[in-house]
């Protein structure tokens, strides 16, 4: 039985929790070339599968930054219906997440 619950996903990414982790989010990306840098080395993954492990904190601050800055014209109002985005309605459903998880 798998204790992942899903998100979102498709074909190259899987967004979930685990379900005896409550405070972090993971981000499995297929084909992901990864590159990590620290001080002393630089180490380079180009494995099928790469996860992501985030806090929620840090999660729901890359979101929120991306929401109010990922779209062209100073965030004014978007005529595409796909890339019409409800920022109140993304935090609303954040907060009662986070909520639940206390």
Same mark, same amino acid.
């Given at each position: &039985?798998? @204790? ?9 990414? %899987? $967004?979930? *929790? ?9 981000? *499995?990306?297929?084909?992901? $070339?990864?590159? &990590?840098?620290? !001080? @002393? ?9 790469? @996860?992501?492990?985030?806090?929620? %904190? ?8 991306? $929401? ?6 100073? =965030?004014? *109002? ?9 920022? #109140? !309605?993304? &935090? #609303?459903?954040? =907060?009662?997440?986070? =909520?639940?998880?206390?």
């Amino acid at each position: &039985m798998s @204790t992942k619950a899903s998100i979102s996903h498709d074909k190259e990414y %899987h $967004l979930y *929790e685990e379900t005896f982790d409550e405070d972090h989010i993971y981000l *499995e990306i297929e084909d992901c $070339l990864v590159s &990590m840098y620290s !001080k @002393t080395s630089i180490s380079v993954n180009n494995g099928d599968v790469t @996860t992501l492990r985030i806090p929620n %904190h840090l999660w729901e601050k890359i979101v929120t930054s991306w $929401l109010e800055c990922a779209h062209p014209q100073d =965030n004014e *109002e978007i005529d595409s219906p796909e890339r019409s985005i409800n920022i #109140e !309605k993304v &935090m #609303e459903t954040l =907060n009662e997440k986070q =909520n639940r998880t206390r």
